[in-house]
């Protein structure tokens, strides 16, 4: 009888699931990111849940999710807002106390799971903000400004992401672009980084950095208001100052090559080689296309006033 009963609660105690080594809700959005998510997920284990939140992927995306127990959910966007990861926030029954939002291409370390463990007990915070070490084309980059941080883990119910621009389509990405996480609360700043391989190739990263001029074009045309809820502000914190620098800077005739020259001049991107050299152009070619695209829209807008008046 002893044997039986002892059988019984082992057998018990063997159905209980183990309590995950990090209890937070991980939201990925993703869209055709075979080439990067596996490498994603599985520096995830032990995450509580996570959601991979797909635009339709025509690759392999979808079955690698699945493989590695990850949550499939469907985007359709139709324009405006929310977009991608606000929905997601909105919408999902995220089971834990905590939310993380991961690209399919950065990668968690032992060292940052360890330290975000240790975080998480910590009661007098509602958010951290997470470093993000960049990978391009193979390569760290240690210089060239391209080094920056993200509100990427926060209390369920306490951060929502900024709506600069209500105004958006498909042809600005369906997801946040230089939007950032407000949290209502206290946040702090985590020691160890992210990995971010930010381009495995080039012919992606100018399809995506075109969608990013579109909506940053709109973005620049209209004034700073109430939608920015981030101010700009020379000594703020980075995501101000970042924001203060662009607004002031497409002012100014030539501003691309002086964005490149402050990259890769005075911010020494020349030290990290030929990736450097061209994250730093590429920096400033996008700048370049923002502003032709402001051109356009202000063309386009003085011809519809001529029309109208005519």
């Not at 690698?64 to 991608?84: D, N, T």
């Not at 402001?294 to 008046?309: D, F």
Request: aromatic share 10%; net charge neutral.
């Amino acid at each position: 009888m002893d044997l039986i009963e002892t059988k019984s609660e082992t057998e018990a105690s063997n159905s209980v699931p183990p309590a995950p080594v990090l209890p937070v809700s991980v939201i990925v959005p993703v869209r055709n990111e075979a080439r990067n998510l596996s490498r994603c997920l599985q520096s995830l284990a032990g995450a509580g849940e996570v959601y991979v939140i797909d635009s339709q992927s025509t690759d392999e995306t979808v079955a690698l999710a699945e493989a590695h127990g990850a949550k499939v959910i469907q985007f359709y966007y139709s324009g405006g807002w929310p977009k991608k990861r606000q929905w997601a926030l909105d919408t999902l029954p995220l089971a834990c106390d905590w939310v993380l939002l991961l690209d399919a291409d950065e990668v968690m370390t032992p060292e940052l799971l360890e330290e975000i463990r240790r975080a998480l007990k910590n009661p007098e915070m509602d958010g951290y903000a997470i470093r993000l070490q960049m990978y391009f084309l193979g390569r760290i980059l240690r210089h060239c400004d391209a080094s920056f941080w993200k509100l990427s883990l926060f209390r369920k119910g306490r951060g929502r992401f900024e709506c600069r621009l209500k105004d958006q389509d498909g042809s600005m990405a369906d997801i946040e672009i230089h939007e950032h996480v407000v949290v209502d609360g206290p946040t702090a700043e985590l020691r160890n980084s992210l990995v971010h391989h930010n381009a495995d190739s080039l012919s992606r990263y100018i399809l995506k950095h075109n969608e990013y001029s579109n909506w940053e074009a709109r973005v620049l045309l209209q004034p700073e208001g109430d939608s920015e809820e981030v101010k700009a502000n020379l000594f703020g914190k980075q995501a101000q100052r970042r924001r203060w620098l662009k607004r002031n800077l497409y002012r100014l005739p030539g501003s691309p090559v002086l964005l490149f020259l402050y990259r890769y001049i005075f911010r020494l991107g020349f030290l990290d080689g030929v990736p450097g050299l061209i994250y730093c152009a590429f920096q400033a070619v996008q700048m370049f296309h923002s502003k032709a695209k402001i051109y356009e829209l202000k063309h386009e807008l003085r011809r519809e006033l001529k029309t109208g008046r005519n």
